[in-house]
């Protein structure tokens, strides 16, 4: 039996983690941490019992209904949480550069970091994987390009170069001229995955394929120009691997994240997960090149690749641009705006721990906020 820890359970890669676990042998929920969502946590703890749990705010009325469960409180009672449950495995499905906080702690008493959180390798890749190697823990990505690349490089020698693909998002198809003025419901229709809120937005601009291409380099330690990146409207293809012999492998499957989950969680088994069961008649297969005329932020990204402190950046202006884009103070087209500015308002140097992290990470937010100032309608 395997004992779990789940930090982010009331999200979207949460509960997702949760319904796995239902599915599969051998797997105990010990403990769970969540923000601010109580009455889904309530459910949640009355079906797995855990020993443990933390939320970011006290709350006496789950505190009398679950006498048996300790209860920590903050950040810091989501650290202690993980310190004492000394669980297994660790799925790490918070969002927010907070994450790697986390996260370094989860590796400190966690045989396995199953990590979500892509902010975790963005904001401090170096820190978590030289932090990882020092206390024997493995680290296994969820996010599912990453999960099908990791998969694609066990057992042979290594690829010349290796890519992941994007859905293109909501705006794919929009009018390129038009683009900038999309309103909110535009860019929550997303063609394939059913994902949160930033996520979505960051889909459309290809934010998310920026995180993920910094992501890459770190988990699998490739230059930016050997990680390529293609659109995949219907996501059949979630990444491949090139070899020098001319010989592509890619990894198909059905877009949903419960199987990225499942892997992290069995590898190097696999779960027989009768859902899921899948033909290669099921996919048409082709890739299309990425118009950095549409998305030129995956642009951005890819330049700043390497360069720790103005990563941190483009995930914290991201983060605020998008905010302000839900609360419909900005335009789409400024959150590119914003995110450029930011970047370049940030000093290149490579923070040593995680509170130079998070000052960074602070600086950003204020430089992102007066950029927002500035293109506020
Ligand atoms: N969704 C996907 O399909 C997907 C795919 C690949 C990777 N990811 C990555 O996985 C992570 C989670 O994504 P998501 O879509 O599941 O996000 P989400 O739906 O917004 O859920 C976020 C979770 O984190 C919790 N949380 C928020 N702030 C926190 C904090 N300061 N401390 C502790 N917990 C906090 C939330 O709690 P409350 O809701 O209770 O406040 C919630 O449980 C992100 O890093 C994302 O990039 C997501």
Redesign the pocket.
Known sequence: MKKIAI????????T?TLEVIRKLDNFRVVAM??????S??ERQLHEFSPEYAA??EPNRELEVNFPSVKFFYG?EG?EEMLEIAKPDYTV?????A??LR?SLKAIEHSKRLCL?????IVCGGKLLLEKAKRYSAEIIP???EHSALFQLLRGDVRPEKIFITASGGALRDYPLDRINEVTLKDVLNHPV???????TV?SATMV?KG?EIIEAHYLFSYDEKDILTYVCKNSAIHAGVIYSDGTIKLHIGKPD?RIPIAYSLTYPQRAALKDFTASPLDYSLSLEEIDYRRYPALKLAREIIGIPSKQIAFNAADEIAVKNFVEGRISFGSIYRIIEKTIERIEPISPKDFEEVQAIDVLARKIAQEEVRKCSR
């Open positions: 930090v982010g359970s009331t999200g979207s890669i949460g997702q941490a969540c923000g601010h969502n109580f889904l946590f939320m970011l950040a989501i790490l499905a918070a969002s927010g907070i994450g986390y979500a959180n892509k902010e975790s969820v996010d599912s995955w059913s994902m949160g809120v930033r996520i960051d998310n995180l994240m």
